[in-house]
């Protein structure tokens, strides 16, 4: 993901949760194990602002739990749109 956009990487994270409609983590662990199988780890700071963003489009919510820690997950509500996005992303890959 070096070199991604944050469009691009808020992609990847919606793709993921489209995958995994039940996942929620943590910044940590989205970089971790959600964009694991890209070649090159992406900046934590890149993943921020790509959450951030889905956070404002409405895609993704943020919960902070007990332990104080953020954990992020689709807004199930949203689904619609997601699959619309995903699909034109896709499309434009031929």
Known sequence: MHGLTRSQVARAILDYL???PDAQDTLA????WWLADDEVKTRTV?????????IEQGFVLA???QD???RYRMNEQRL????ALLKQAHDEKG
Do not use: S, V
């Open 18 to 20: 489209y995958q995994h």
């Open 29 to 32: 662990g989205i970089a971790e």
């Open 46 to 54: 890149t993943i921020k602002e790509a959450l951030d963003e889905l």
């Open 63 to 65: 919960q902070k739990g």
């Open 68 to 70: 104080l820690q953020i």
């Open 80 to 83: 619609k749109d997601i699959e």
